[in-house]
């Protein structure tokens, strides 16, 4: 039987959200046809300003409100049904932003009685989630904010929708899992749990198999960009709150760092950017310093060190076994949030922290290239990938719809 395999997507749908659910391979078996719904507008509204370029694919089908969307799919059954075709759903576990209008769609799912494939995992470590609702910290973090009435009400929203969320709408039919653990609360007695591979690491499968030194024939560190303070971050567009880092501090002190570095080390810094923003070739805020036009995975493998304040895409650093330096700053370190899970990072991967606007010796700045062996070799598996095999994520889903474990 063919099927029709739908990708909910919260978010404005880039090119590199396409590459890193592998939908290209999947849209090239035959019994498969891919389809994917763009929801930002009617689910996370403000946050399509977010985004600099999004993909012109004709598969991605945009919705400008949720009525919409629920009659497209009422209509989607009826047709797959008429033509024999099997309709699935997958999405990615993303409760961090749930409304009600998530809430809504995750509903219709379930009335429609579709079969679902959820990907979860966290690519690095957070602040750590509670098993159990815990009263006292959630008075805590309501207090914290009373100050503040809109991140007061964000806050309130997001403990209410996530309660309604893991009791009412959890555990999809089958969960591909990337990471060692999964809450509880997020699965039910049906539920199938598969090891899968985090992103990074199914695109690692790939290039590694592929890739030359074709980046630059000259040793270098590789910076990896937040989209912060050049892009208004995630939080603040949701309504939380922002890193609290300038571009008039940051940068200047960043720049004076990378002297340092090249110095010192040896190695010319490079910049991997954000996705979400756009540079020039050699930016002046980054000292005139080259942006890589190759991809994360290509950059980092060919790199000598990973360099970042607080990136996901510091997990290639791991998977390639390269060192890693993790970088705050005066300002930054005030966020404690911020610091909080940097400190998470820099206990689970074993690399120091440094401060850019204080003074670091060269022999502490040499003794960041040291790799602590056994930290990375945990890190993997708990935030890479617990698989034995090397199998790509869209040779995982082809085995689970092969195999009709849905």
């Known amino acids: 039987m063919k099927k029709k395999l739908i990708l909910l997507w919260p978010y404005g749908f880039r090119e590199f959200d396409w590459e890193r659910y592998e939908l290209s391979e999947l849209c090239e078996k035959k019994n498969i046809e891919v389809e994917v719904h763009e929801l930002v507008s009617f689910l996370i509204p403000g946050f399509i300003k977010a985004y600099q370029t999004l993909s012109d694919s004709s598969k991605i089908k945009k919705f400008k409100s949720f009525l919409e969307w629920k009659k497209y799919m009422k209509l989607q059954v009826e047709l797959t049904t008429k033509e024999k075709k099997e309709l699935l759903i997958l999405k990615h576990s993303l409760n961090v932003n749930l409304n009600f209008n998530y809430l809504l769609v995750n509903r219709e799912i379930k009335k429609l009685k579709l079969k679902t494939l959820e990907i979860f995992g966290v690519s690095h470590p957070v602040i750590s989630v509670k098993k159990k609702f815990d009263y006292i910290y959630f008075l805590k973090s309501i207090f914290k ?3 503040n009435l809109k991140l007061l009400i964000w806050n309130l929203k997001r ?10 709408y959890k555990g999809s039919n089958i969960i591909l899992l990337f990471n060692k653990k999964i809450p509880k609360q997020l ?3 049906e539920t199938n749990i598969i090891k899968a591979n985090s992103f990074d690491y199914s695109r690692a499968l790939k290039f590694t198999k592929i890739l030359k030194r074709s980046t630059n024939d000259f040793k270098y560190a590789l910076f990896l960009e937040a989209p912060g303070p050049l892009h208004l971050g995630d939080d603040l567009i949701f309504g939380g709150e922002n890193e609290g880092f300038t571009k008039e501090k940051w940068f200047p002190s960043l720049t004076k760092y990378f002297d340092k570095i090249e110095n010192i080390l040896g190695l ?14 050699y930016p002046p805020y980054y000292g005139g310093r080259e942006i890589s036009e190759f991809s994360l995975a290509e950059s980092a493998l060919n790199s000598e060190l990973v360099i970042t304040h607080h990136s996901s895409g510091l997990s290639f650093g791991v998977i390639y076994n390269k060192p890693i330096m993790l970088v705050t700053s005066d300002e930054l370190i005030k966020n404690a949030r911020f610091t909080r899970q940097q400190n998470n990072l820099s206990k ?5 922290i440094i401060n850019i606007d204080r003074e670091i010796s060269e022999d502490n700045l040499k003794k960041t290239l040291i790799i602590d062996k056994t930290k990375y070799k945990e890190y993997f598996l708990n935030y890479c990938s ?6 790509r994520n869209y040779q995982i889903i082809l085995d689970i719809i092969k195999n009709k474990h849905m």
């Open 268 to 281: 010319k810094v490079i910049i991997a950017p954000h996705p979400k923003v756009k540079h020039e070739k």
């Open 145 to 147: 904010h009373l100050n």
């Open 386 to 391: 617990s698989r034995e095999d090397k199998k």
């Open 159 to 168: 403990y209410l929708y996530t309660f309604i969320y893991t009791n009412l």
């Open 348 to 352: 689970e991967l074993g690399s120091e």
């Open 187 to 189: 699965i039910s007695k």
